[in-house]
């Protein structure tokens, strides 16, 4: 069973950063993609970015201000969250996606990210 653990979220004024971390129970590339999807109060599931072996892709809202990235040897994905703004308060999920006879989709619990002043 894989397991994600996030980390790095909190309260931030408009303008500051946050680098969220996620934490994977076993290699990252043994995931056809992850990303990070985020949930505001009354809002569907929307995702922000994801990763693959040679591609990177972001949500409108986000290009140009948030960067994912993966470190190999921790097994750890992460997002920086750069010139933050208060309609970028929700939760933020971790996703890993194993696609073979049927997609598997892994998240992990969940990490506050609230931007106010």
């Known amino acids: 069973q894989v397991q994600l653990v996030e980390s790095g979220g909190g309260l931030v004024q408009p303008g500051g950063s946050l680098r969220l971390s996620c934490a994977a129970s076993r290699s990252v590339f043994s995931f056809n993609d992850m990303g990070w999807y985020r949930q505001a109060p009354g809002k569907q599931r929307e995702l922000v970015a994801s990763?693959?072996?040679?591609?990177?892709n972001y949500a409108d809202s986000v290009k140009g201000r948030f960067t994912i990235s993966r470190d190999i040897a921790k097994n750890t994905m992460y997002l920086q969250m750069d010139s933050l703004k208060p309609e970028d308060t929700a939760v933020y999920y971790c996703?890993?996606?194993?696609?073979?006879?049927?997609?598997?989709?892994?998240w992990g619990q969940g990490t506050q990210v609230t931007v106010s002043s």
């Open positions: 996703n890993a996606r194993v696609v073979t006879s049927a997609t598997n989709n892994y």
């Open positions: 990763i693959a072996l040679f591609s990177t």
